[in-house]
């Protein structure tokens, strides 16, 4: 196991509980296009890869779909299990599938794909295990100046403290947000007719404080950023932050432009 995907597997296995309650509302959003995308409905087969507390499962499994979950994170999965009792979920790797080829209409993958070692594996894999004519989409966050927490807290970071601190090497977070990128990584799996579109989605908070807080107890590679930087330098960026928000204030909150990257293809006939 690589540096990288130990930090991700641990970092998800003790972020579960808190990812759920604060990005919960957040991913959600993107879930009607993903599942519109890949053309979910009664008696479509779906993989929900990094299902995660089952977000995307359980909205598919709404609307008719046969579905299963696979994450790599045990506390994950025992959420999903949870909060969708009757669904079925697994353990597993995204970047190497038991799944026989051919055994699906359409697999998902919401967000996940930021977090594997090796993406271009995970997008092979699911274009392996999609039946001739099935669907695969998967999401990602659009680059920093569109999505402000991203920009908020790396701004913080690079203001306040070091933002080349020694972390495991992993892929670039922001590849796929890329329409070029992505549509590049379906082809060169075998996908066709690739669309890559952007989602427009909003994050609210309570709290000025609670971007930070959430940054650091539902997030691994963010959290990893945060955590590495010195004492002193932690509290200006958490300074800095609630400072940042303060531009987002409504009436009952804070409302921040989150959108995500929707990219989907089809496997030829």
């Given at each position: ?8 597997h641990?970092?998800w296995?003790?972020?579960a509980?808190?990812?759920d ?23 479509v087969r779906l993989?929900?890869l990094a299902?995660g507390?089952g977000?995307?499962?359980a909205e598919?499994?709404?609307r008719?779909?046969?579905v299963?979950?696979?994450?790599f994170?045990?506390?994950?999965l ?10 079925e979920f697994v353990?597993?790797d ?5 799944q026989?080829?051919g ?6 993958m ?5 977090h ?11 274009a392996r ?8 989409a998967?999401?990602v966050w ?32 922001f590849q ?5 990128v992505?549509?590049?990584a379906?082809?060169?799996a ?5 669309r ?19 940054m ?25 932050i ?6 987002f ?5 804070y ?13 030829p006939?």
């Open positions: 196991m690589s540096a990288f995907r130990d930090l991700e641990q970092g296995n003790a972020a509980n808190e990812y309650g604060a990005f919960a509302r957040l991913t959600s959003q993107s879930v009607p296009e993903m599942l519109k995308a890949v053309e979910a409905g009664p008696g993989l929900d299902c507390p977000y995307v499962t598919a499994a709404k008719g779909a046969k299963l979950g696979l994450d994170s045990a506390s994950m025992a959420i999903a299990a949870r909060l969708n009792p009757g669904l353990e597993g995204a970047e190497s599938l038991k026989a080829d055994s699906f209409d359409a697999v998902t919401n967000f996940g794909v930021l594997l070692d090796h993406p271009d594996r995970a997008i092979a894999e699911a295990v999609l039946a001739p004519g099935g669907r695969f998967f999401t659009a680059p920093p100046e569109q999505t402000a927490a991203f920009r908020i807290v790396l701004g913080a970071v690079a203001r306040c403290g070091k933002a080349d601190v020694p972390l495991p090497p992993g892929p670039p977070f796929f947000s890329d329409a070029a992505s549509k590049k379906l082809e060169t075998g996908l066709s007719d690739t890559v579109i952007t989602i427009p989605q909003t994050w609210r908070f309570t709290k000025s404080s609670d971007l930070f807080d959430t650091m107890a539902g997030t691994v590679r963010t959290a990893a950023l945060l955590k590495a930087q010195t004492p002193q330098a932690l509290e200006a960026i958490r300074g800095a609630e400072q940042e928000m303060t531009a204030k409504t009436a009952d909150g409302a921040l432009p989150m959108p995500s990257v929707l990219s989907s293809g089809r496997k006939r």
